[in-house]
């Protein structure tokens, strides 16, 4: 029998800091006099770690998946957690099984059957596809800037969003969701960006493309014919000193190529939606087309 801890250190790492006992019958009398000692600690039953990796996000994703069993598929904020929001906090771990089961603390079980084409494989582990994960998390409209972000990483399009939709019908929530992909239509990338994009639609406002490629640049709402270029402020992308030397070399690029370039924050957008438009349309004023005019819709002005 082998009791040698370098054995036990040994298939930790090879278990990616988690062991279960039912695969180390081999070692059972020495990992008990481990946790006895404290040396190593039930993250759930029958599956020990190290303590001072306990409280890893991902040790703890890893053990909730090992105790729920290889038919468990990965759900919710730690499949979003393993693909398009690496900074995602995961306070429990969700997992879809065929059955019921009784789970411990920081397990959330779902009975649920995933169709095939809506899961993946992340290593030792099965867990939804980004299209149905983004999904599943934005079961009401505070939770859009998912769907936001699942398409600002390209980790799923919107197209398979939509096709994610049809593969699991008659869900609680899929009325919010259906609503928030048709609001996707224009594919933004933030919070911020949707309520552009729903202010303008809400005013009439046509002939704007998204994320759109000009100069060699992103940018976020582009006229065209007008050459009139909207960009959407946001704090967590200027925070660092590259991001806001770049968006200063993009504007003056776009100034010195005749394009106006006009700059909106989330506060604009919300709280003085009626200053914002006027601007797009004064912005607009010099168009080859007639310019449009904003439907009455009770926007406040600045």
């Known amino acids: 029998m082998v009791t040698d801890v370098n ?9 990616g800091g988690i062991l279960r006992r039912a695969d180390n019958a081999d070692l059972a009398g020495r990992l008990d006099t481990l946790l006895r000692r404290g040396e190593l600690v039930a993250v759930h039953p029958g599956v020990y770690c ?52 009784r789970a411990p ?13 809506l899961v993946q494989p992340y290593g ?3 867990l939804t596809r980004p299209s149905l994960t983004a999904l599943d998390l934005a079961d009401s409209r505070t939770r859009a800037s998912v769907v936001d972000e699942v398409l600002r990483t390209r980790a799923a399009t919107l197209q398979q ?12 929530g899929n009325a919010v969701r259906r609503a928030l992909l048709v ?3 224009a594919e933004p990338w933030s919070e911020a960006e949707r309520a552009l994009h729903l202010l303008l639609w809400q005013c009439g406002i046509a002939g704007w493309i998204s994320n759109a490629w000009v100069l060699g640049y992103r940018v976020d709402v582009l006229f065209a014919a007008a050459m009139l270029v909207i960009e959407v402020d946001g704090w ?15 504007r003056n690029e776009l100034e010195l190529a ?26 607009l004023a010099d168009e080859r087309c007639s310019p449009v005019t904003p439907r009455a819709s009770g926007l406040r002005s600045a």
């Open 258 to 283: 005749g394009y106006r370039v006009l700059n909106f924050t989330w506060r604009h957008i919300v709280e003085q939606p009626g200053w914002v438009i006027e601007c797009v349309l004064r912005g």
């Open 124 to 126: 030792p582990l099965v």
């Open 105 to 117: 603390g920081g397990i959330a079980v779902e009975r649920r059957r995933i169709p095939p084409e």
């Open 161 to 172: 969003l939509w096709a994610a939709l049809e593969l699991t019908p008659n869900r609680r």
């Open 7 to 15: 054995e036990i250190e040994i298939r930790l790492r090879r278990g």
């Open 236 to 250: 967590e992308i200027h925070r660092s000193r590259d991001a806001f030397e770049h968006d200063r070399r993009r």
């Open 183 to 185: 609001e996707s239509r």
């Open 50 to 101: 190290l303590p001072h990796t306990a409280g890893d996000t991902l040790v703890r994703i890893l053990a909730a998946a090992t105790w729920a069993g290889p038919d468990a598929v990965l759900t919710g904020w730690a499949a979003a957690r393993l693909t398009f929001l690496p900074d995602a906090r995961v306070p429990v771990v969700t997992v879809a099984l065929p059955t019921s089961r």
